[in-house]
């Protein structure tokens, strides 16, 4: 099983501010099968970045994603007051499917 | 619009039987994939497994295997996620969620559906 680790566990930042999230697995995962969810409290995941770098419909701009192997990136420059949630990686080229434990971005 | 509509929460007893439906709508039913995710109350998500709507095909996580089926019916395009001898380590909101293929990326969620394991 590939483990997904996050980090920081929490991220306290100001709007305007710049989030740096990390995902990093036990062993080299194909870039095409990494995505990125954002999940607010009460609410289902939602998809945010798909094949690592690709944003999903409707996501903007200030968010994007990059890395490749065993490190993966999401990044949210200049986060807005709906940009606060917990976000996760997720890996599904091997099964079984994992996921990270989860960022959780709060306001300073 | 694409729509997936899970059935509504439960409680159950020790020991019991759950059974989730997710009614898919506004796409291709037999196109895309489905998965099963749940998450109990304050922790992540973990992946249960998937079920393949044109032919019924699934994988589950070792985790849940022997305890866990994973159905389809297209005639009214739902799916189902049955999990037998709950324990109170079940209680968690579980999730459908709709993915191109085997391996993609999950585009589409159902608004959860709770369960709670009590005696």
């Known amino acids: 099983e590939i483990v997904l680790t996050q980090s920081p566990g929490t991220l306290s930042l100001s709007p305007g501010e710049r989030a740096t999230l990390s995902c990093r697995a036990s062993?080299?995962?194909?870039?095409?099968?990494v995505a990125w969810y954002q999940q607010k409290p009460g609410q289902a995941p939602r998809l945010l970045i798909y094949?690592?770098?690709n944003r999903a419909t409707g996501i903007p701009d200030r968010m994007s994603g990059s890395g490749s192997g065993t490190d993966f990136t999401l990044t949210i420059d200049k986060l807005a007051p709906e940009d606060f949630a917990v976000y996760y990686c997720?890996?599904?080229?091997?099964?079984?499917?994992?996921f990270g434990q989860g960022t959780k971005v709060e306001i300073k | 619009q694409v729509q997936l509509v899970q059935s509504q929460s439960e409680m159950k007893k020790p020991g019991a039987s759950l059974n989730i439906s997710c009614k898919a709508s506004?796409?291709?039913?037999?196109?895309?994939?489905i998965h099963w995710v749940r998450q109990a109350p304050g922790q992540g998500l973990e992946w249960m497994g998937i079920?393949?709507?044109?032919?019924?095909?699934?994988s589950y996580s070792q985790k849940f295997q022997g305890r866990v089926t994973m159905t389809r019916d297209t005639s009214t395009n739902t799916l189902y996620m049955e999990l037998t001898a709950l324990t109170s380590d079940d209680t968690a909101v579980y999730y459908c969620?709709?993915?191109?293929?085997?391996?993609?990326?999950?585009?589409?969620w159902g608004q959860g559906t709770l369960v709670t394991v009590s005696s």
């Open positions: 506004g796409y291709s039913f037999t196109t895309y994939f």
């Open positions: 062993q080299s995962i194909n870039s095409v099968y």
């Open positions: 094949g690592a770098s």
């Open positions: 969620a709709r993915a191109t293929n085997s391996r993609g990326y999950l585009d589409y």
């Open positions: 997720q890996q599904s080229g091997s099964l079984p499917q994992t």
């Open positions: 079920i393949n709507p044109s032919g019924g095909g699934t």
